[in-house]
């Protein structure tokens, strides 16, 4: 029989956040659907599929991370591949498909996935299907969703294809793959309130779901003409909707006792060790009318065998707000069940492929310190996260303005009032009071609380056994999707945390009158190989960092002090720093830099301030790429004369992009060459590590 032949496809993936992986769920999900079956397996898993041998096609779905490397899921699987005595025949043999996932705010937009496609290439494995680069920037279902739409008859080609090759008729194969079920099922619900409902038994093998409603007073009243979270307007409202199929519930919560100790927070990471060490002091750098609030905080880590590089990064774990917390579980309706102790497991019998616990979900320990330290309850709700809140969902209204949001239909809807706005789980419970969504499915649905990560700001041979960092406390104002204002996760934590420092006076003092206590954080190490002082200080650099991307310039300002004090022998190289903020008097972060310049560790300071007013004739520059400009010689003379390394550190989309620009333009002006031929100077001075980046969007 033709279901005899049901055809097997490699689907690996990488993911560093899980974005990668919940893809290549939803392509082994629709799978069956097509008549195929998806054999899926994280990347790292090489043991269970091996390339070398693979005789079917393959499908990659792999994410990037940093500044363009691929997820750390990948790294042994790359550096396999990268082997240079690999023939260039070596996967001669190989079909297969690529999606890549990345963000355009970063330089090396889904190098992660063009790594792994590029070497694949060079080894000889073929194209069965082009290959995908998704932007998060814009919304990755953008790119996501046609090119798995398109994937179904690009395999069925290959197999094709690879049948004829085997001299088999192709006859059995294409009528196996044409008799999968179709992929639209149009469900004719009543308009009556009461019949509405998804019946998930009729396309449980189906990939989307179509939907059609009558009644168009279900969602909004005629006189509403603007779009909002809570509900739509036509042609939203009126159409019949392509959703995603309802994802397997695969967890089982079991609520035990209130004895016993949750786990060291040390063991909630997977790479490296954590360290808990004090915060011995605060600093405010900005002035209380500053548009944005800058801390500066000192960290003893005398005690540990922490070690960093000026330059290199480190992270720290950080909680979930107390009182959201609080709130998430009272409209979960387990406020008293919050010291409870819970077992997480893996539901008997479920559908989902490959269904593991959790790996950031610890085996016991409270539901409080779950919901705490484990998941990160302010991520933006994936869309099939809203598919699965629509079972949970009684008032008829609020479930279709739920399925409209993780509709086709309503894409746009999706990107303006949840992913703009930064709408998570919290508001949806808020703005559709009738959701009532069980644990297990928010420890199936929501990610991982990830570790925030910071730039030193010190120098461990200047002030051995501290570690300094500066940052902005994030502010997220209210909007219409988001009625609530919210400091970030971490900054506003850790705001919270040194406020005693901060405001030593205001209640804080014991008897003695000294601090009450010292606050101490959870630190791991993430270094960066490359964001480092040139191994030869007689070779100049210049630095630029506006606001507090100045942070890692200080650790190597600091550094190249000390070298100067202990090695009066030496032979140092210029130093350029360029600042930018926005008041003078408000937020010049270090105002402490004209010591660095006087005592002859830098040579250059340029500072602008954007905006400040100037009576001068000449208007002065006001960004940082504005002053580089001013002095296109000396910085062409740096970098194509005398070797030098260019570093850039702070916003992505507002200021790296402009600072690169801006060395283009010196680069073709000084070189009298046209703007392309500047751009491949830039990116040769990149591949060798002399233009050097550590930003953010």
């Known amino acids: 029989m033709c279901c005899d032949l049901k055809r097997r496809f490699l689907l690996l993936y990488a993911t560093q956040k899980g974005q990668a992986k919940a893809i290549a769920e939803e392509i082994w999900q629709q799978a069956g659907a097509h008549g195929l079956e998806a054999d899926m397996h994280c990347i790292s898993e090489i043991d269970k599929y091996n390339l070398e041998t693979e005789k079917d096609p393959v499908v990659i779905v792999i994410s990037t991370t940093g500044t363009g490397d691929p997820p750390d899921a990948a790294r042994k699987f790359v550096k396999k591949i990268q082997d240079t005595t690999l023939p260039p025949d070596h996967f001669a043999h190989l079909q297969y498909g690529l999606l890549g996932l990345g963000d355009s705010e970063y330089t090396f937009f889904c190098n992660g996935g063009k790594t792994v496609d590029r070497r694949l290439q060079e080894l ?13 920037c814009v919304g990755l279902e953008l790119v996501v969703d046609p090119w798995i739409d398109g994937l ?15 001299g088999m008729s192709s006859d059995a194969v294409s009528s196996s793959l044409s008799a999968a079920p179709h992929v639209g099922h149009e469900l004719n619900l009543s308009s009556e309130v009461q019949n509405l409902k998804l019946e998930d038994e009729r396309v449980r093998s189906s990939d989307v779901l179509t939907q059609k409603l009558v009644d168009i007073h279900l969602v909004a009243s005629t006189r509403d003409t603007e779009p909002s979270l809570v509900h739509s307007v036509p042609p939203v409202s009126q159409s019949a909707l392509s959703i995603p199929a309802l994802p397997p519930e695969y967890i089982e919560v079991q609520f035990q006792d209130t004895h016993g100790e949750n786990p060291h927070l040390s063991s909630l990471i997977s790479e490296g060790t954590a360290f808990e060490v004090p915060v011995t002091k605060a600093v405010q750098l900005t002035r209380e009318d500053a548009i944005k609030t800058a801390l500066l905080l000192e960290l003893d880590i005398a005690d540990t065998v922490f070690d960093y590089q000026p330059g290199d990064a480190f992270c720290v774990i950080c909680p979930n707000n107390v009182s959201e917390v609080e709130e ?3 409209i979960l309706g387990l406020s008293e069940k919050g010291e409870y102790f819970i077992c997480v497991k893996v539901k008997e019998g479920t559908k989902k492929k490959g269904a593991a616990h959790p790996q950031h979900i610890p085996e016991r320990s409270t539901l409080k310190f779950i919901l705490t330290w484990c998941l990160e309850i302010r991520a933006i709700p994936k869309k099939a996260f809203l598919r699965a809140l629509v079972e949970c969902t009684s008032d008829v209204g609020e479930k279709r303005r739920l399925q409209e949001l993780c509709s086709r239909q309503g894409a746009s809807d999706y990107t303006r009032f949840i992913r703009d706005s930064n709408v998570c789980l919290l508001d949806l419970l808020h703005a559709f009071p009738s959701c009532k969504p069980s644990l297990n499915l928010l420890i199936e649905h929501l990610p991982k609380l990830q570790a925030r990560s910071y730039s030193v700001s010190s120098s461990n041979l200047y002030q051995p056994g501290k570690l300094c960092f500066v940052f902005n406390i994030v502010e997220f104002p209210a909007c219409p999707a988001r009625p609530v204002s919210r400091k970030g996760v971490c900054t506003g934590w850790l705001a919270e945390l040194v406020a005693p420092l901060l405001h030593p006076n205001k209640n804080t003092l014991d008897t003695k009158g000294g601090s009450s206590s010292t606050e101490k954080i959870s ?9 480092h002082l040139p191994a030869d200080p007689s070779v100049p650099f210049v630095m630029v960092g506006p606001g507090t991307g100045i942070s890692p310039f200080i650790g190597f300002l600091q550094h190249r002090q000390k070298l100067r004090e202990e090695h009066a022998d030496w032979e140092f190289g210029e130093t350029w720093l360029v600042f930018g903020c926005r008041h003078q008097d408000r937020d010049y972060l270090f105002k402490q830099l004209r010591c660095f310049l006087e005592n002859g560790t830098l040579t250059h ?15 002065p520059p006001k960004y940082v790429q504005d002053v580089i400009r001013l002095y296109a010689k000396e910085i062409a003379r740096v970098l194509l004369k005398e070797g030098g390394y260019f570093y850039v550190c702070g916003d992505k989309k507002h200021m790296a992009d402009g600072v690169s620009d ?3 333009d010196i680069l073709s002006m000084e070189m009298e060459a046209d703007k392309l031929e500047a751009m ?3 990116a040769m001075l990149r591949e060798a590590k002399r233009y050097l980046q550590d930003v953010w969007s």
């Open 605 to 619: 300071l340029k500072v602008c301030f954007s905006r400040d007013s100037s009576t001068a004739e000449v208007a």
């Open 152 to 166: 179904w008859l690009a395999l069925k080609e290959a197999f094709l294809l690879q049948k004829e090759k085997e």
């Open 328 to 330: 998430l579980l009272h």
């Open 662 to 664: 801006a060395v283009v």
């Open 523 to 531: 630190i791991f190490a993430r270094p960066n190989n490359n964001f």
């Open 680 to 682: 491949k100077i830039l």
């Open 124 to 136: 000889g494995a073929q194209h069965f299907y082009d290959t995908g680069l998704a932007d998060d």
